[in-house]
């Protein structure tokens, strides 16, 4: 009873008040990465934290009065789709909270009426329309498989999704590139500034604000990596060691591949993604596992 | 008055029992006399205006309903009117959102016709038709005979042809003559059905059609009817009419939109849903509805007018009911009935919002509305909550869709693939055009100018007051809406597919957490404004890339210190979703899978 009370309960408000974290280490372990990449020596680890901790103690300084409480909406429902994800819920619903996190973000970035914000906006919204349709798929995917949207029933299935869903997780990693905001896909905004875009829908984003979607950010990001890990539910180990890899592999495409447009990028996730997954289901169907 | 004899009305039947009734037959000969006397208004507009589209869909149902009738086809259907659960909850979204839009048309009109400048008012005329509307649509909800339902079938024909044309501008003669035409061909289809009824079940009663030996002939006869609720529900290729429609004064479109008109069709394809299971014709309404829902969405990014977008939306949203009636399973079905429900709440208020904003503003173009919240804080409001209430969660329209995808999820692998895919992406599209809409609402200046408060006329605050109010309740007490209103309707003929444990929605391979995440909807902005309050900071003007001007960070400084202003403007990509082409392309598949399900139908 005591024990089931500790895993139930304490243990996914801990893990989901973690995600910011971790998500602050991961993205630690990037610009580390990339730095060695570009044969540059990299912050510390840590880097991300003193950033934001420097952001959040800035002279404030707003575009409009709608915009902190939307980037706290943003950060505060990014926390709740990971919640969900740890207290073992419906990954539909996840999806749909996370829709309702992006919302807050692109509203707040139209809202200040800026025209690189805005355009930022723009593009986040067409982000959303390049990443959500594969990411349901998948979901639709991992359900024809498992026999439920469930977490929690996802956890209980015997055999590694990553055997009867090899395809699928790579369309996944094309949704974390759209997620991470990582090149070719970071049309809306990305790590650093672009000519045209300045920094896309964070531009009249400072100080706390910055900080808090700073934040919303990584629990996003640490949210899409926690799904990866899912592919190898009887061993969690293994899931996290295959995220990890999935993250280290958009890493080496963010250095590898210039951007493209925003055209290019829904014709890409789609066109690709759309096929692996369809090719994985139909697959299955013919060796009749579903 | 009106309002509150219907509201009671409806909601006295949901506690009934099933309720029938056959009338005497003066009511029936009364009715038959009617029917003839509309089909010769309808030719009479079909010669007047000189419209051969009119003429001859009008004689194509005047000449076999009269044979009809000689032969005496008709007379033995027993009972005339069943009152049945699906009926009922037709009957309480009929009558609760449709004297709410009458309402707010009383403030609506009066302002209207100022605008044009009438001298004398014609509001008799508008509200007799309104009234007409609702009273069919009631009638057409409870008949059982297929005869009684084509005569209200066609007396909504009728008003939303009068009420589209109330302006009697060209434009509106036109489109409501569009509406006409493409309705009538819903009308020829509804008495071929009645031959086809007559032929091989040997009755026109629709619940003895339900339970007939299902022969590839009566499939026709369901597809017919299917092609008949096509056309009053605005789908490919019948789905101009509805777009058209917005030329009328704005309570016409948000009664024809949210609660009457375009849910008769729904309704109908609901009605026959139980009867063709697991046919092929059954999947190829899905694939209709799927197709239809995908397309509209797009299209509904590339609109500038409030309407147009409203318009592709309800389409849309159509679409996936009738997708979900298509799927035809438990879960399916529940996932039917609860869109449609809380799309009529929602569709009402934004509509009604629409409306109030475009005679303030003289506007329908969306990028004149930038900044609305500034300028009319109330009726913006309601419109941002309507609108958040059409595509995100917690609310009820959202658990519909969350439902329809388990449901469509949970359909045979192979068939429900496809329907899928068209499903996530017009769902993502969804959310596009209603962000973006959204948050172009909220911009607000940075420097406050004084404005003028905003002044609404009491029936307009009490209509959009009160549907939101209705909305936000039944979303948060989704639970008791579900247990009441769209369980018992399924316990028929289908079996509960909804189990509402807890604090959540079950379909049984996904849990949908209401009350925690109502809770968290609400949470997590209130903390957002405390914090707001307690950071504070001064609002300073946007990144330009060169010195700013001014206090209102309008202009800024670039080549040679000349000023620069700028503007923002809505995205609508619309040189890649030209709408034309678009349109023609969904006129021209929709067509074929018309054709196609008549195919499967025979086969």
Known sequence: MNENYIVNIVLPVLLTLGAPVVGGLLMGVDRKITARMQSRVGPPLIQPFYDAIKLWNKRPVIASRLQPVLAFSYLGFSLLAFGLLMFRQDLLVIVFTTALADTCLITASLNSKSPYSYLGGRRELLSVLAYEPVLIMAFLSIYMVTGSFLVDEVLAYRMPLLIQLPAVLIALVLVLIVEMKKSPFDVSASGHAHQELVRGVYTEFSGYTMAMLELGHWVKVTLVLSIVTLFWAPNLLIGAALSLAAFFIVLVVDNSYPRLTWRSMIKTTWGVGFILILANIVGLNLMGVI | ?603
């Open chain 2, 1 to 603: 008055m009106t309002a509150i004899v219907l509201g009671a009305s409806s909601l006295g039947l949901l506690y009934g029992e099933r309720f029938i009734m056959t009338p005497p037959p003066l009511c029936q000969t009364a009715v038959l006399l009617m029917d003839f006397l509309l089909l010769g208004y309808f030719l009479y507009v079909g010669i007047k205006k000189r419209n051969p589209l009119v003429m001859g869909l009008t004689v194509l149902q005047a000449l076999p309903m009269a044979y009809f009738e000689l032969m005496g086809w008709g007379h033995h259907t027993e009972p005339v009117i069943v009152v049945d659960r699906l009926s009922v909850l037709l009957g309480i979204i009929i009558n609760i959102v449709g004297p709410l839009v009458c309402i707010y048309a009383i403030s609506y009109m009066g302002e209207h016709e100022d605008h044009l400048g009438l001298s004398k008012s014609r509001q008799g005329r508008f509200f007799l038709f309104m009234l007409l509307l609702l009273g069919a649509m009631n009638g057409l909800v409870v008949s059982n005979s297929v005869y009684w339902l084509y005569f209200f079938w066609e007396v909504t024909t009728l008003c939303c042809y009068e009420l589209i044309r109330h302006d009697a501008t060209e434009q509106a003669e036109g489109n409501a003559q569009k509406a006409l035409w493409m309705s009538l061909v819903g009308g020829v289809a509804f008495v071929a059905a009645m031959y086809v009824g007559h032929y091989a079940a040997d009755s026109i009663a629709m619940d003895r059609l339900l339970v007939a030996q299902p022969t590839s002939l009566l499939l026709i006869g369901f597809g017919l009817m299917a092609l008949a609720a096509f056309t009053k529900s605005a789908q490919f290729p019948f789905h101009s009419w509805l777009l058209g429609a917005m030329v009328a004064p704005t309570p016409v479109s948000a009664l024809l939109h949210s609660s009457t008109m375009v849910n008769a069709g729904v309704y109908l394809i609901l009605r026959i849903a139980p009867a063709i299971r697991g046919t092929s014709l059954s999947w190829a309404i899905a694939l209709i509805g799927a197709f239809t829902f995908m397309l509209t969405a797009l299209l509904a990014i590339s609109q500038r007018v409030s309407k147009g977008i409203l318009a592709y939306s309800t389409i849309g949203n159509l679409g996936l009911m009738i997708l979900c009636a298509g799927i035809n399973t438990p879960l399916s079905y529940a996932a039917a009935l609860t869109l449609l429900l809380f799309h009529s709440l929602s569709k009402g208020i934004l509509f009604m919002g629409a409306g109030i904003v475009e005679n303030r503003l003289n506007s329908r173009l969306i990028d004149d509305w930038e900044g609305l919240l500034g300028k009319l804080p109330f009726t913006t409001m309601t419109m941002l909550v309507g609108m958040v209430g059409m595509f995100l969660p917690p609310f009820g329209m959202l658990l519909g869709k969350w439902v329809a995808m388990d449901a469509v999820a949970s359909s045979p692998t192979l068939e429900g693939v496809p329907l899928i895919l068209l499903m996530v992406i017009g769902s993502a599209a969804t959310t596009l055009f209603w962000a973006k809409w959204l948050g172009h609402l909220t911009i607000l200046p940075i420097r406050e100018r004084h404005s003028d408060p905003e002044v609404l006329l009491a029936p307009y605050k009490l209509s959009l007051m009160t549907l939101l109010g209705i909305n936000v309740l039944m979303s948060v007490g989704v639970a008791f809406a579900i247990n009441n209103l769209v369980v018992p309707i399924l316990v028929g003929s289908y079996g509960a597919a909804l189990t509402t444990p807890g604090l959540g929605v079950n379909t049984g391979v996904g849990t949908f957490l209401v009350i925690p995440l109502w809770a968290a909807f609400i949470i997590v902005p209130l903390i957002g404004i405390y914090l707001a309050r307690w950071k504070g900071g001064s609002i300073e003007t946007p990144y330009l890339a060169g010195e700013n001007i001014g206090e209102d960070g309008l202009s800024f400084r670039t080549i040679a210190d000349s000023e620069s202003e700028f503007k923002v403007a809505g995205m609508f990509l619309d040189d890649v979703i030209v709408e034309d082409k678009v349109a023609r392309f969904g006129v021209a598949v929709g067509a074929l899978l018309v054709l196609l399900m008549f195919v499967l139908a025979v086969i």
